[in-house]
């Protein structure tokens, strides 16, 4: 029977043959390839829903489809494409080509009705992208994700430097393809370290999932169960350990998480629409995607966990401090994203999978609705970002306002909006484990909470300076109307935004006693068995020692302590923002931060810092390997090539050519041969 | 009858005028006569044994040398030949141009 998996490849095949149209044929389409790309992510996101509706019903699919490399003999290697489809895969999916299809209506608007040029070149990024991202999500093997992973990072820059012309966006597409490549440079050594460790334990190691799978390998060799396997010479925990990191490298890379988030702000320069669908919502989303799709090797190393949850924490609340001064509407929403991605990071480290996932799922949402709302502000604002120059844009826009509203209420995590819910339930998660005994989850959990705090504050500083008070200039006193193909996504996304928490309503399950976690179920059954959350909790548990803790009233009054707590700061930073902003003729408050404010507009001073590590340590260091090159090791050489030269130049003296010298030569030498014969031998 | 040593001795004597002239002289024709000389001492010392020991083997390969000197002369003849229409001379000494 022909069921929705042997459709599956044409999941990513559809938005590919858009890039292939968009790319050749576009210039003589009628919107510039726009109409392949919507009708591609579309046959795509229906091709998902009915994929989800297969898992649901209780399928997966797990198979190698073509190998390419295929070894021969025991502790061969092969290599392969395949397509794994579980419930985080089935999830994934339908996100990915939901936001594709919204973005591409979207750019109608965006792009199109403002006379862009280069049309072509923008719907087949797009496409390439979709196709690349959606073959990432359901890649079964670590080396294929790392394929995509970088086809991702590619669409990525040539998007950014959409408008190539100008200095800023090329420049910004440079630094993100430069500073991905840094982490992906580690991923990739952990790749070749994968396949090089698990090669001699199973015949296809790269796998997430299945038989000879790298995850259920390694857990089976903590185990002492497994042999043939290579560590290096290191204990199987510290070098699944070191693995896990290197891969990380990759994520924190994509994901933008400190120390490499610095690309992602200056991202910005792109086309808002290219914002919404990458930098927000899939493609920083396939770092954190990643680690969910390998957590069953994750979840074996305590030291892995720890380390990811501070580096969340830590971006979680590094990210929100710098969103409070910046000045540019999707500024804000880049230092945003950091900081949600840091809580994904947070959960994932501290043992929260399903928390991790569904604050994927809903900041997808509402960080999609946030980027094209700012996009639709504007193209009212005639393409200038400044919020000091906005301004009441409420009555103008009431559309993009009251759906700008939902996913700022998200976004803030408000009651009942879906970012309340999930971001609740990742502070609970690393509130829990926490307090079961591991310091390093109680330092990343009070960052990503005082981080909530200023969360609050810069998403409704942002709303209020955008849409409430007077008009400041006079473009915003006129603004530039928008069509449907602006206003169709946002409703989609605003009424998603507010009833997409309702997947996963933990704090209201345990005080009605309703079933409301559908999320949790989704994840928990059914599935390929070893990568269901339940099989993670059980390895968490048992291998990396993840304990929970409930002191504060049993499980239920811890998370009604936790969502109290969270829903409280998140309150408070709204009521600030409201008293200093929403008024008739806001003031800049952050200049009242002084130095710090001065700190904060530089980002901490990390591009600066890095810039100086290029050319103030690796540049030195380069020019001192060089001189070394040059010096010593061509030094040898050469000096062993004159020393020769100089030599023959001697010696070919000796051949004179004049046939008498010669002869002479050669009887003297006879005659010493045979005196020497002679007087060894005895002649005389 | 002669005795051997007399043959070994002129034998001997040749070889050496033979060498004397190749070292000491530099017209190339020289040169060919003294190698001739040389030769020919040697074919005096393969009769002179082939003689002594009742063995024809030796008068055979004189045979031999004679022929070879032949070809030899006329390949030498010709490197004379070239050598005077380059140099305009056969001053063996004067052919240094393929040196270094």
């Keep these: 029977m022909v069921g929705a998996f042997d459709f599956a490849p044409a999941i990513a095949l559809l938005p590919f043959a858009s890039f292939l149209i968009a790319l050749f044929a576009g210039k003589r389409m009628p919107k510039g390839g726009a109409l392949a790309g919507i009708a591609a992510t579309a046959g795509s996101l229906l091709l998902s829903a009915w994929v989800a509706l297969t898992v649901a019903g209780g399928g997966t699919y797990n198979e190698p489809l073509y190998t390419w490399v295929s070894g021969h003999g ?28 919204l973005v591409h209506v979207f750019s109608l608007g965006y792009m199109n009705d403002e006379d862009e040029t280069g049309l072509p070149r923008y719907y087949a990024g797009l496409g390439l992208f979709t196709a690349s991202m959606l073959a990432f999500v359901y890649s079964d093997n670590i080396l294929m994700a790392f394929m995509f992973f970088e086809l991702v990072g590619l669409c990525s ?24 490549r840094f982490g992906d440079y580690f991923f990739l050594i952990g790749v070749v370290g994968i396949f090089a460790t698990f090669v001699g334990a199973s015949s296809m190691p790269g796998r997430f999932a299945g038989d000879g799978a790298f995850p259920e390998v390694a857990a089976a060799a903590l185990d002492g169960g497994v042999s043939g396997l290579n560590t290096f010479g290191f204990a199987p925990e510290t070098w699944f350990t070191i693995l896990g990191l290197l891969v990380l490298g990759g994520v924190i890379g994509k994901s933008a998480q400190f120390p490499l988030h610095t690309w992602l702000p200056d991202a910005m320069e792109g086309p808002t629409p290219v914002s919404a669908l990458i930098h927000a919502a899939t493609m920083v989303a396939a770092g954190v995607y990643l680690v969910a799709r390998m957590y069953g090797f994750y979840a074996l190393s305590p030291t892995a966990l720890a380390i990811i949850a501070l580096i969340g924490g830590f971006t979680a609340l590094f990210a929100a401090t710098m969103g409070v001064v910046k000045q540019e509407l999707k500024q804000v929403l880049a230092y945003s994203t950091i900081s949600q991605y840091g809580y994904m990071m947070l959960a994932l480290g501290s043992g929260g999978y399903v928390a991790a996932v569904f604050h994927l799922t809903t900041h997808a949402v509402f960080k999609a609705l946030l980027f094209l709302g700012a996009g639709s502000v504007i193209i009212a604002m005639h393409h200038n970002e400044n919020m ?30 879906a970012g309340f819910w999930s971001k609740d339930e990742v502070l609970f998660e ?31 500083r942002m709303v209020f300076l955008t849409f409430h008070g007077e008009p400041r200039t006079e473009t915003a006193r006129n603004p530039h109307g928008v069509r449907w193909n602006v206003k169709y996504p946002l409703i989609v996304l605003g009424v998603l935004a507010a009833t997409i928490g309702l997947i996963n309503m933990a704090p209201l399950e345990k005080l ?27 390895l968490l548990h048992d291998v990396a020692g993840v304990t929970a803790a409930y002191p504060l009233g049993g499980e239920t009054g811890t998370m009604l302590v936790s969502a109290g707590l969270s829903l409280g700061l998140a309150l408070a930073g709204v009521l600030v923002a409201k008293s200093l902003y929403d008024v008739r003729d806001p003031v800049e408050h952050t200049d009242r931060l002084g130095s710090v404010k001065t700190l904060l507009m530089h980002n901490y001073y990390q591009d600066e810092y890095q810039v100086w590590l290029a050319t103030g340590v690796t540049a030195p260091l380069a020019r001192v390997a060089d001189k070394f090159d040059q010096g010593v090791v061509d030094g040898i050489v050469n000096g062993i090539s004159s020393v020769s030269l100089f030599v023959g130049g001697g010696m070919r003296r000796l051949q004179s050519a004049v046939v008498s010298t010669n002869a002479t030569v050669l009887t003297t030498g006879l005659v010493l041969l045979l005196l020497a014969f002679g007087l060894l031998g005895g002649w005389f | 009858m002669v005795a051997m040593q007399y043959y070994l001795l002129l034998s001997a004597a040749i070889f050496c005028i033979g060498v004397f002239g190749v070292l000491t002289r530099r017209n190339a024709l020289i040169f060919l006569m003294s190698v001739e000389l040389m030769l020919n001492a040697a074919n005096i010392n393969l009769v002179a044994f082939s003689f002594q020991y009742g063995n024809l083997t030796g008068q055979v390969f004189a045979l031999f040398v004679m022929a070879l000197a032949a070809a030899e002369v006329a390949v030498g003849l010709g490197i004379i030949m070239v050598l005077f229409r380059n140099f305009a001379d056969v001053d063996v000494t004067k052919a240094t141009t393929m040196r270094w």
Excluded: C, Q
Aim: proline share 4%.
């Design chain 1, 74 to 101: 025991s502790g061969a290697l092969s290599l392969h494409f395949g397509i794994l489809i579980d419930p985080l895969t089935a999830l994934m999916l339908l996100i990915v080509s939901l936001i594709a299809l």
């Design chain 1, 157 to 180: 820059y040539l998007l950014i430097g959409f408008w190539f012309r100008e200095e800023g966006p090329s420049s910004a597409s440079k630094k993100a393809f430069l500073v991905t």
């Design chain 1, 388 to 417: 000091w120059d906005m301004g009441g844009l409420k009555e103008k826009m009431p559309v993009t306002y009251w759906t700008f509203l939902s996913g700022s209420l998200a976004l803030a995590g408000i009651v009942p909006f």
């Design chain 1, 430 to 460: 690393s509130l829990i484990h926490g307090l079961g005994g591991n310091p390093a989850f109680m330092v990343a959990w009070a960052m990503g909470l005082l981080a909530v705090f200023f969360t609050g504050f810069y998403t409704f």
């Design chain 1, 512 to 538: 009605s006693g309703i079933h409301l976690t559908f999320l949790h179920d989704w994840l928990a059954h059914g599935g390929i068995e070893a990568t269901t959350s339940e099989a993670y909790g059980t």
